[in-house]
Nanobody
């Protein structure tokens, strides 16, 4: 079993920055993709950014140029640096881990951390 614990959410004014962290623990398959998803009130959950254990990244268009995802494989931790935040970034942010190359693929979710951006 894998446990994901997020931290770093909070309330920030538009234009401000936040850094989210997600620490994974348990039986972690070495090849994996960790990512951040978000779900705003009344909307579907959407990908924000992801990064593989090899360092390949993927960003939603809304995150490009403002957010940076990184990871520390030794600590099994992924980070999301969010700059130039907008009220539209307000959402519950979830950490996700999915295995790569394992059949069947396994996927895990954190409990979520709230990000609120005031105008």
């Amino acid at each position: 079993q894998v446990r994901l614990v997020e931290s770093g959410g909070g309330l920030v004014q538009a234009g401000g920055s936040l850094r989210l962290s997600c620490a994974a623990s348990g039986s972690i398959f070495s090849r994996n993709r960790m990512g951040w998803y978000r779900q705003a009130s009344g909307k579907q959950r959407e990908l924000v950014a992801s990064i593989t254990s090899g360092g390949s990244t993927n960003y939603a268009d809304s995150a490009k140029g403002r957010f940076t995802i990184s990871r520390d494989n030794a600590k099994n931790t992924v980070y999301l640096q969010m700059n130039s935040l907008k009220p539209d970034d307000t959402a519950l942010y979830y950490c996700n881990l999915e295995t790569l190359g394992m059949v069947p693929m396994r996927e895990y979710w954190g409990q979520g951390t709230q990000v609120t951006v005031s105008s």
